[in-house]
Structure formats: structure tokens, C-alpha cells
């Protein structure tokens, strides 16, 4: 079948076996050399060898649907040829300067800046740390303690912001954290609304957001055992954690919780921000002003690496020099973005995040109808999870996941597998994707579970 990519046509195509043997080669040599902590790889077996739009070619010339998508960081996909010419001009005049300041950096801040709505644009500061999530989630935590002088953080069960040190202890997976024994200390983990499967073992009709209830009596309360926080960190939509958007209820009664006792708010918006959600920042569909906002991911335009915090100014107690880097800020990323926002205005994109996603849901909710195995279908936007479970017992199942992550894989449809038991198919199409290449993708993912008998 040929179907049109961004720079070329293309044959969606697989011809060798899944890895073909240029891959298996380079797999191989990746195994012998690399770090035992790589992951893509053994669930996802090929070698890259060109990537254009949606699509990703592998050594051997297979050619795939990429809905794994750098992860988030391709908002327009690969390869955009607007994008790849700012980046190519600006790499002709300047790519690195630590943080002095030059056109094409004030033209990232002020373009950013505009994304955000009257008064909050006004009031907000910008500070660029490390390449990295992480690297912000922890200039975010630091920038807090140091505004409030409490050391304190609370996070959320389920969360997932990072694997640095800081990083990894506020976030909700305990695997790492035991291979390593101590992390960060003062960390509180909280109730997030998992509605599909409470934390409080309640059900919707049962409840009164009890989780945003908990937080707050705990804050409040003498005998909590909760010291007043530095900060509060929340995931609008847990991404890692299995895609669960929070419910409106527990955002607004979380952030009027931290706004009465004088707690700033930090959402992570490292994979929800950039449109993915169908709003610029996934908060502005809350309805709520956070006093940090974390970005990386889709910020670098076409997946080169930047990182920063936009954050409420009355926190900007740091000293010069408080919070550095030698790559806090890198130049070709800058260009990239701001080439890729100039796109997402012109084209509408986040008209087609609503479009698209809304299609992709409902045929997602069809193929549910046809096969037991799919337990469940969530997310907003262009981010979106279904929740795979054994159709005999109805437990979640992350082996049948990861069978259906590779029977796709050998039809032409890259995807990720995560949540809690590893359980979630999870699919971050390019925002600019088609409705040509999302049928693509769901017909795949129901010839891969009629395979499985699914």
C-alpha cells in the first residue's frame, strides 16, 4: 500500500522477519557494548535507518507507522522539512552560547509566552536547566524549596516523572528505587484519581473525589504525619503510569488545596504539553493556574533535547548562578521549536488533535465491542492507552500486551507497552497524523488481536 509521507512516497512495507538481519546484527553489537539498561530495543527489535512523518524505515527497509514517536518528542513527526531548515540555518550561525542571550532564544521565550493565557503570561518567568524531563522536574523541586525554605514534596501514586535521582524518588515505580536504597528523603506519596481502579478501593458511584479529600485532610490535619511540602507534583494525565487522565474534580480541588495552604503547584507537562492533549498545556484544560510548569519532550520540535520551567515570578528566589548548566539551552532546539509552533499555528494542528483523537477513540471503542481483551480505552487528545487484559479472567495481562505490541510490530505498527503489570498499549501518534495513517494503525491493531485470538 502506498500512502504519502511528508518528503517522499513511501511502501508500507515489511519483508524480512522482525529483526531482519541488518538489525539483528547492530541489536547484537548494541547488547555487547551498551548498557544493560536499555529498553526499546528488546521489545521493539530493529535498527533505524531514516525516518520521515509518521513513518520510520529500519536497515532492512521495513517500513513502520511510528506511533511510539520519540516517546512524545515528535509533534510533527520526523523529519519535518521546515523544521530540518530552521534547524539547518540556525546550525550555520550559532549553537551554543550557556545562557546568553540571542534572537533566536528570546523568539523561544516569547513564543512560549504567547501560548499561555492573560494574567498567567504576565506573571511567568522562564528557566532553562539541564537537556532533559528530568533534569527540569528536579530544577523544579529545587526552585520550590528554595522559594518556600520546606523541604517537603508530594507526588502522586501512579506518577512517573524521571530516573535521575531526585526524578525517580518522587515518582510512583518502585522497581528502581530498590535497586538503589536511598532516595530522596521527605517524599509523600498521595492517592491519584484512578478511577478505573481506586486507591481507595471505591467505585465512582461511591465516591466524592475521596482521593482529593485525603490530600487535603492529610495537609491540614496536626496529626497527618504530613508536614506542610515544598510542592506538590502532579501528573495531569499519567503518562508511564498507564495514560489516566485525572478527573476534573480532583485537579481543581488539588490546586485550590495548594493554593489555600500556600503549597506552589507543579504539573508535569513533559509529555502532555505541546498540544498533545488538544490544548497547548494539558492544565489549560483543568481550568487551573499552576505555579510551575514542566516542559521537555515535544518542546525540541524534532526531537533534539531542551528542557525548562515556566514558572508564577513570586518564586524566582534563586541567586545567580543558584541553578546551571553547560547545555541549559541548546540553540538548534530552540529554532526547531519555534519552526514547529509557526507549523502547529498555520496548520490548525490543534484542530486535528481533537479531529483525530476523537476518530481514534471511537474506532478504539469498536474493536473493544469485538475483542474481550481489550478491558479498557483512555486518554484525551492524541495520547491515548487501551488497557489489555486475559480475556478468560479479565486480569490484566501485560504478557498479552506485549504479544499484541509485537504482532503489530510485525505488520508495520510500532507501539509502546507500560502502566502498572505492563498492561497498556500505549500510542502517541504524531499531532499532524492523518486519518488515512490512524486506519492504518487501528486495522493493525485488530488483525494483530484476531491473531492472538484476542
Request: charged share 15%; net charge neutral; proline share 6%.
Amino acid at each position: 500500500m502506498t500512502v504519502p509521507a511528508l518528503t517522499e512516497q513511501v511502501q508500507l512495507e515489511i519483508h524480512t522477519p522482525i529483526p531482519g538481519p541488518r538489525s539483528a546484527h547492530l541489536l547484537r553489537e548494541q547488547e555487547r557494548l551498551e548498557s544493560n539498561a536499555r529498553t526499546y530495543p528488546r521489545r521493539l527489535p530493529i535498527a533505524v535507518d531514516r525516518a520521515f512523518g509518521p513513518y520510520l524505515r529500519d536497515v532492512d527497509g521495513n517500513v513502520f507507522i511510528d506511533f511510539l514517536n520519540g516517546a512524545g518528542a515528535l509533534p510533527l513527526g520526523h523529519t519535518h522539512p521546515e523544521v530540518v531548515e530552521a534547524v539547518e540555518a540556525q546550525l550555520r550561525r550559532h549553537v551554543h552560547g550557556l545562557d546568553l542571550p540571542s534572537p533566536i532564544r528570546q523568539e523561544f521565550v516569547d513564543a512560549h509566552l504567547s501560548l499561555l493565557a492573560e494574567p498567567m503570561r504576565s506573571q511567568t518567568k522562564i528557566h532553562f536547566c539541564g537537556p532533559t524531563g528530568a533534569n527540569a522536574i528536579e530544577a523544579a523541586i529545587k526552585l520550590c524549596k528554595v522559594h518556600t525554605g520546606r523541604s517537603g514534596i508530594v507526588a502522586f501514586q501512579g506518577g512517573f516523572h524521571g530516573s535521575t535521582h531526585g526524578a525517580m524518588s518522587v515518582s510512583g515505580l518502585v522497581g528502581p528505587k530498590n535497586q538503589v536504597g536511598t532516595s530522596m528523603p521527605d517524599t509523600h506519596f498521595l492517592p491519584y484519581s484512578h478511577c478505573r481502579r481506586c486507591p481507595l478501593g471505591l467505585s465512582p458511584s461511591s465516591c466524592d473525589t475521596n482521593c482529593a479529600t485525603y490530600l487535603n485532610n492529610t495537609l491540614r490535619n496536626d496529626f497527618g504525619g504530613v508536614p506542610r511540602p515544598a510542592a506538590i507534583l502532579l501528573e495531569l494525565v499519567q503518562g508511564e503510569g498507564g495514560v489516566i487522565p485525572a478527573t476534573a474534580e480532583f485537579v481543581q480541588r488539588v490546586a485550590a488545596t495548594a493554593a489555600e495552604l500556600g503549597i506552589p503547584l507543579i504539573v508535569d507537562e513533559i509529555q502532555t504539553g505541546y498540544g498533545r492533549t488538544g490544548t497547548w498545556f494539558a492544565f489549560q484544560r483543568y481550568n487551573i493556574e499552576p505555579d510551575v510548569v514542566v516542559v521537555s519532550k515535544a518542546v525540541g520540535g524534532i526531537g533534539l533535547p531542551v528542557a525548562a520551567i515556566l514558572y508564577n515570578r513570586r518564586l524566582d528566589s534563586w541567586a545567580p548562578g543558584t541553578h546551571i548548566g553547560t547545555f541549559r539551552g541548546h540553540h538548534l532546539a530552540f529554532a526547531a521549536s519555534v519552526a514547529t509552533l509557526r507549523v502547529m499555528h498555520r496548520d490548525n494542528i490543534l484542530d486535528n488533535v481533537a479531529e483525530q483523537g476523537d476518530w481514534m477513540f471511537r474506532q478504539l471503542r469498536g474493536l473493544a465491542s469485538r475483542h474481550a481483551a481489550i478491558a479498557d480505552v483512555r486518554g484525551t487528545g492524541l495520547m491515548v492507552g487501551v488497557e489489555i487484559a486475559d480475556p478468560a479472567t479479565g486480569q490484566p495481562s501485560g504478557t498479552l500486551a506485549a504479544a499484541v505490541q509485537a504482532a503489530a510490530l510485525a505488520r508495520g505498527l510500532i507501539v509502546e507497552v507500560g502502566g502498572q503489570h505492563g498492561c497498556v498499549i500505549r500510542m502517541l501518534p504524531p499531532l499532524n497524523v492523518s486519518r488515512a495513517v490512524v486506519d492504518t494503525a487501528i486495522a493493525i491493531l485488530d488483525e494483530s488481536l484476531a491473531e492472538l485470538g484476542s
